[in-house]
């Protein structure tokens, strides 16, 4: 992953993108490159943007910096990466231009984005809810490309990233670390597998008189011992075993005509079976009954019926994201293109009036902004026009609030489909856990009679 900043510019804005250009950090400029307007000219579209803007506030952009492990990326996944998150900052709606930096120990992206959109002129709010929102974004996209964490560094005034990770999901170091060690006993022989298997998941382990672990971005190690009397080492040792005996056994997927609530009840049942002891105590009685109840509910009967939902659930889920990005693309695409047709429109007459003056320099001289704002979209435009003639704006702007609230009912629709796969996926978590679906234990067995 990277760490990300962002401050506002206001003013200057001219040399903060003359510095984010500069060839000797871009590799000649080719780590350069911009949305909704052209990088050579951005600073006067952003100041024509601003011009119109209903309420711009102090601000004219806003400076973006992203940045990455020392080592760990190529610069044009670097580059890739920030205008992924350019465009999930902006939203298709405001001038931004990108650079990646390569003169240093660590690849950074420079994101400098206008403080106005260009859709409805109005402001963009750079607050601690959006600054999250960035981090979030950056974070996902990262571990996308199989990226690391850095790390904030320490001392730094209020809450770290990390801290405000746990307040937001309501999971402290200790509860995530008590989630880690449990979801991790089913899977193994003894306690050293289990130290083992923690450090496979990231966290640093520290021996001594105690055991303790760090987890990557914490600053101080968590001794095992103080997340409860179920989890000292004798505790722990104690659990494994119990979980490697329990009697409960697993039916085979291929079954026919046996429902899964009978085995979850029969699983249940099984009160003398040490190994359901212990994963009532690490799940809890309430998650086998809400199992139950969502399996009735949705007339579930078959293991393979669940995978066979879970699939298919996945696969709409994956059509919408898709669907929706089509359609974030073409808003995007169709609000440059209405900006352009506008800014085209508005200083035509000073390009027309720059062709009939007499001294051209001295009226260029003048009014040398309009001149440059319109041969900049009469470029952009060229490919755009349509026998000749551009497309209407008015038709353009009904098109595109038709297509604003496809966006928002497909969004809706996405995040219904999402959260259904991540319910269905603990559902299913649940089930493997109660009927032991994984073949570890069973195999275990066979070893033993060998």
């Not at 670097?78 to 405001?94: F, N, P, W, Y």
């Not at 006993?185 to 640093?204: K, M, T």
Request: proline residues 2%.
């Amino acid at each position: 992953m990277a760490v990300t900043k962002i401050k506002p510019i206001k003013s200057t804005l001219s040399k903060a993108l003359d510095y984010i250009q500069n060839p000797d950090k871009t590799d000649g400029k080719m780590l350069v490159s911009s949305f909704g307007c052209s990088f050579e000219t951005a600073d006067i579209e952003f100041g024509f943007t601003l011009s119109q803007a209903l309420d711009k506030g102090n601000n004219l952009a806003h400076h973006l910096i992203q940045s990455f492990e020392p080592g760990e990326v190529d610069y044009q996944t670097a580059h890739e990466i920030g205008r992924q998150l350019a465009d999930a900052v902006t939203k298709g709606q405001h001038e931004y231009v990108l650079t990646t930096h390569i003169d240093k120990g660590h690849v950074h992206n420079h994101i400098i984005f206008c403080a106005v959109n260009f859709v409805d002129r109005r402001k963009y709010n750079s607050n601690k809810r959006t600054y999250y929102g960035i981090r979030n974004m950056s974070d996902k996209l990262c571990r996308e490309h199989n990226l690391s964490v850095v790390v904030p560094g320490k001392g730094s005034k209020g809450k770290s990233y990390a801290e405000y990770q746990a307040e937001k999901t309501g999971t402290s170091w200790k509860e995530k670390l008590k989630i880690a060690v449990d979801t991790i006993i089913p899977q193994v022989s003894d306690f050293e597998e289990l130290l083992r298997r923690l450090e496979a998941a990231g966290y640093e382990i520290k021996q001594g008189k105690y055991i303790s672990c760090r987890a990557p971005g914490q600053e101080r190690f968590t001794r095992l011992k103080t997340l409860g009397a179920d989890y000292t080492e004798e505790a722990l040792t104690e659990r494994i075993k119990g979980r490697r005996t329990r009697t409960a056994k697993a039916p085979r997927t291929e079954k026919k005509g046996v429902s899964l609530l009978i085995d979850i009840e029969n699983s249940i049942k099984a009160q003398e079976s040490q190994g359901y002891e212990q994963w009532a105590k690490i799940h809890n009685l309430k998650q086998a009954a809400k199992t139950m109840n969502f399996l009735t509910e949705n007339r579930i009967e078959q293991y393979a019926d669940l995978t066979a939902k879970i699939a298919e659930i996945a696969a709409e889920n994956e059509q919408a994201a898709d669907t929706l990005k089509a359609v974030e693309t073409r808003l995007a695409d169709m609000a440059v293109l209405i900006k352009n047709i506008t800014t085209y429109q508005k200083t035509k007459p000073a390009y027309d009036a720059y062709r009939k003056a007499k001294n051209k320099e001295k009226y260029r001289a003048e009014h040398e902004s309009n001149i440059i704002l319109y041969e900049a979209a009469a470029k952009a435009l060229r490919a755009a026009q349509i026998g000749g003639k551009l497309p209407n704006v008015a038709a353009l702007q009904t098109e595109y609030a038709k297509l604003q609230e496809q966006k928002e009912a497909l969004y809706a629709n996405y995040g219904k489909l999402k959260k259904q796969v991540k319910e269905y996926g603990v559902i299913k978590q649940n089930i493997d856990s109660i009927l032991r679906l994984n073949k570890e234990p069973e195999r275990g067995k066979e070893t033993e009679r060998g």
